[in-house]
C-alpha cells in the first residue's frame, strides 16, 4: 500500500477558498496513492490573532492554558479541510493531535513528542478515510493539551511519516523550496534542487523556514522530505540522506550552501562571576530545566578571579531566563546582569569549510566591508555564525550571499 504524509501551512489555509484548494490538492494525491495523511497548520495568522488576545486578557498567560488556546486553530483547519474533502466526494476525518495518537511531555509552548501511537490512524485508513490531523499539538500522559512550538506542523508531519512508514512526507507552503537565502531579504537567492539533512538542519536552526526537530527526526528515521509550494505545481526541494553536494576542491560558492538568518535575538551578559569548576553548570542547567534554549556562549578570561559570561536567548525567552538568573544570582556570586535586544543571527553553512581555510575570513572581511559590526561569533563544522544588529540582517545577508558567489546559477 502505497502511503504519502502532507502538510499544508497557515498561508496555505488563510480563506475559504484556499481551504477548497488544499482540499483539490488532497484528492488528487490521494488519487494517485493508496492513503494519504494530511496535517494542517492554523488558518492565516490566527496564531498570532489568539496570542495577541492572550495579551490583552492577561500580562503573563498561564502556559497550560495558552496552549489549550492556541491548540484550536489547528482544530478549525482540520475540520473545514475534512469538510471540503467530503464536499467533492472523498470520505475524510479530522482528527486532533490527541486523536492521532501523539503524546508529548509537558513542556507547554513547546512539548517534545515522547512517542506517537497511530493505530486510531492506520484504523482510518483502513476504512479508506483521507486523514486530516491538526498540527503543532499533541497531550500529555495527564492528558492535558500541548503545543510542540512555533512552525511544528512541519514535525507532526514528519513524526507521522516516520510512524507509519510513509513512502513520502511532503510539506507544502507559501515557498517553492528551500533557496540559498531567505529571498525576501536577497533577491537573487537561488532555490536548491536538493539538500542534505545536515546542512539543512544547520540552515532550519538558524532561521530557515523549516523546524529544526522535524529536519532531525527526517534524519534519524531516515524520512525524505519534498518541500514545495502549495500554490503552484514547481518542482520543490528534496531534503534526504546523501545528497550530492557537488562540492569540488577549491570552489568556494560550492561549498557555501545557504545563508540563514535569524531576527529577534537577545544578549544576556551575567558579570563578575566568581570563576570556579561548577559556575555555568550551575548557571545553564536551571536555563535548561526551564525549558529555555541558550546558544552562543562566550565567557571573557577570568580577571582577579571572576570573569563575564555573555549568552543568547530567543527574544520570547528574556523574561523568563532573566527570572532563572536572578534566582541564582546569589548561590553564584554574579554581582550585575544585563542584556542587549535587537540582534540576529546571520550564518553560512555547508559541508566541507572545516576542511578548507578562509571561510571565516571571507565572512568577516565581507561584513567588515559592508561597516557591519559583529557581536559574537559561534562556529560548528559545518555553519559559522556572527551576531550583528537586527537592522542590519537583510545587508548582512545580502553582502554574504555575493561573497560566496551564491547568487550565480550552475
Known sequence: ????????????????DLIKNVAKRVAFAHDRSDSVVATVSAMGNLTDDLLEIASEVSDRPDPRELDVLLATGELQSCALVAMALRSIGKKAISLSGAQAGIRTDSSYGKAKISRLSPER?????????????????????????????????????VALAAALKADR?????????????????????????EIGFEE??????????????????????????????????????????????????????????????????????????IDRPGVAASLFKPLADADISVDVIVQNASVSGTTDLTFTVKSADLISAMDVVRAVSKDLGIK?????????????????????????????????????????ITTSEIRITCLVKEEATADAAKALHEAFELDKTE
Open 1 to 16: 500500500m502505497s502511503l504519502v504524509v502532507q502538510k499544508y501551512g497557515g498561508s496555505s489555509l488563510a480563506n475559504p
Open 200 to 273: 539543512m538542519l544547520e540552515l532550519a536552526s538558524y532561521g530557515a523556514k523549516m523546524n529544526p526537530r522535524s529536519i532531525e527526526l527526517g534524519m534519524v528515521y531516515n524520512v525524505p522530505i519534498l518541500v514545495a509550494s502549495s500554490f503552484e505545481d514547481l518542482p520543490g526541494t528534496l531534503i534526504h540522506a546523501g545528497a550530492d553536494m557537488n562540492i569540488e576542491v577549491g570552489e568556494i560558492r560550492n561549498r557555501v550552501r545557504g545563508i540563514a538568518t535569524e531576527k529577534e535575538v537577545t544578549k544576556i551578559t551575567v558579570y563578575s562571576v
Open 169 to 193: 512526507c511532503e510539506i507544502y507552503t507559501d515557498v517553492d523550496g528551500i533557496y540559498t537565502a531567505d529571498p525576501r531579504m536577497v533577491p537573487k537567492a537561488q532555490k536548491l534542487d
Open 336 to 376: 550585575d546582569v544585563g542584556h542587549s535586544t535587537g540582534l540576529a543571527k546571520v550564518s553560512i553553512v555547508g559541508t566541507g569549510m572545516q576542511d578548507s581555510p578562509g571561510y571565516a575570513a571571507k565572512m568577516f572581511s565581507s561584513l567588515s566591508e559592508s561597516d557591519i559590526n559583529i557581536e559574537m
Open 121 to 157: 490512524i492506520r484504523h482510518e485508513l483502513g476504512k479508506d478515510n483521507i486523514v486530516i490531523v491538526a498540527g503543532f499539538q499533541g497531550v500529555t500522559e495527564e492528558s492535558d493539551i500541548t503545543t510542540l512550538g512555533r512552525g511544528a506542523s512541519d514535525l507532526t508531519a
